[in-house]
């Protein structure tokens, strides 16, 4: 359920790139998620390990990796 309100929040939150897939930074779906769960990290890992999403990296830090690209693959 988690996953699948992540997957619904990348997708109205970001922009739909050239090969079709939509995509936002960390920083922007965290700022958007945060209001709603402070375990963003965790779902993203659980919605990677599904093949929902993909972002380079094994994991992700606030600051740290805010520029890091998240893109829904479904």
């Known amino acids: 359920m988690e996953v699948e309100e992540l997957c619904g929040i990348i997708r109205s939150t970001g922009e ?13 779906l965290f700022e ?5 769960s402070n375990k ?3 779902i993203l890992l659980r919605a990677r390990k599904h093949g929902l999403v993909h972002f380079e990296g094994e994991m992700l830090w606030q600051g740290k990796d805010d520029d890091v690209i998240i893109t829904l693959l479904e």
């Open 32 to 36: 958007t998620y945060v209001t709603i």
């Open 40 to 42: 963003v990290v965790g």
């Open 16 to 28: 739909k790139g050239e090969d079709g897939h939509v995509s936002v930074t960390f920083r922007q």
